[in-house]
């Protein structure tokens, strides 16, 4: 069964950086897709960004698009997510998720970071 | 962008009892529809794709159904554990969640 794990979370202060990363592992990490997903408090679940499987294609929300950066290395096994002008409204509990396929749904999530933008 | 509505916000029903919630797409996303479920602490598990299949592991007392902008949930015979947040996610055209529903114990 595939594992995500999630690390790089923590409290910065708004304007600040954060890079997350996402151990995966149990599954052919270079063949899939992946994406961060994040919950904010007391909301629901927001896309927030993907990329495909080689790298070659990287897809962001409108709310993050020029702050944020997903990439993966598939010699590590490792998916990131650096964030950059984090703003108040980016305070969430980040998830990395694999996708079962192209244009496919989330079938593995992580246990989530904890990202809290705060002065 | 397409938008997902859910509906209910809320489903308050007791366990046995039959649970049964709505998504609706602003437009068709075909059958690129999943359902996911989500308890506080833990990760979203995937419950169905394509609308109407269910993931691996999932009960049979989850199904699925519906086509171009309208879909259902069925929870046949709520269990203790089933009471939960469920989110439809739309995978047709980028990536769009619904704002979800949740089932909460009568």
């Known amino acids: 069964e595939a594992q995500l794990s999630e690390s790089g979370g923590g409290l910065v202060q708004p304007g600040g950086s954060l890079r997350l990363s996402c151990a995966a592992s149990?599954?052919?990490?270079?063949?899939?897709?992946m994406a961060w997903v994040r919950q904010a408090p007391g909301r629901g679940l927001e896309f927030v960004s993907a990329i495909s499987a080689g790298g070659e294609n990287t897809y962001y929300a409108d709310s993050v698009k020029g702050r944020f950066t997903i990439s993966r290395d598939n010699s590590k096994n490792i998916l990131y997510l650096q964030m950059n002008t984090l703003r108040a409204a980016d305070t969430a509990l980040y998830y990395c998720?694999?996708?079962?396929?192209?244009?496919?749904?989330?079938?593995?999530w992580g246990q989530g970071t904890l990202v809290t933008v705060s002065s | 962008e397409i938008v997902l509505t859910q509906s209910p916000a809320t489903l308050s029903l007791s366990p046995g009892e039959r649970a049964t919630l709505s998504c609706r797409a602003s437009?068709?996303?075909?059958?690129?529809l999943a359902w996911y479920q989500h308890k506080p602490g833990q990760a979203p598990r995937l419950l169905i794709s394509d609308a109407s299949n269910r993931a691996t592991g999932i009960p049979a007392r989850f199904s699925g159904s519906g086509s171009g902008t309208d879909f259902t949930l069925t929870i046949s015979s709520l269990e203790p554990e089933d009471f939960a947040v469920y989110y439809c996610q739309q995978r047709h055209s980028w990536w769009t969640f619904g704002q979800g529903t949740k089932v909460e114990i009568k």
């Open positions: 437009q068709s996303v075909s059958t690129s």
């Open positions: 149990e599954f052919t990490f270079s063949s899939f897709g």
């Open positions: 998720a694999k996708e079962s396929g192209r244009t496919k749904p989330f079938d593995y």
